[in-house]
């Protein structure tokens, strides 16, 4: 679940994908009303989280 930001965010990230990947990624983000940036870094977030990466030095 997206409860905001809990750290500065500072950097950026892009990325080309399918018209039917974004139109999912629309859908989720509106229903949550929540932006398709808000929903792609929770959903980086979690994936972060669930392999283990959480404490790893982010600066290396």
């Known amino acids: 679940m997206y409860t905001g930001d809990n750290m ?3 950097e ?4 080309r994908t399918d018209a039917k990947t974004k139109a999912i990624l ?3 983000a509106d229903e949550k009303k929540w932006s398709i940036s ?3 870094a929770q959903i ?3 994936w972060i989280t669930d392999n283990g ?4 030095n982010a600066e290396q």
Do not use: N, Y
């Not at 950026?12 to 990325?15: A, G, S, V």
């Not at 990466?53 to 790893?56: D, N």
């Open 38 to 40: 808000q929903l792609s």
């Open 26 to 28: 629309e859908k989720v």
């Open 12 to 15: 950026f990230i892009t990325f």
């Open 53 to 56: 990466l959480q404490s790893e």
């Open 44 to 46: 980086i977030q979690q």
């Open 8 to 10: 500065k965010k500072t």
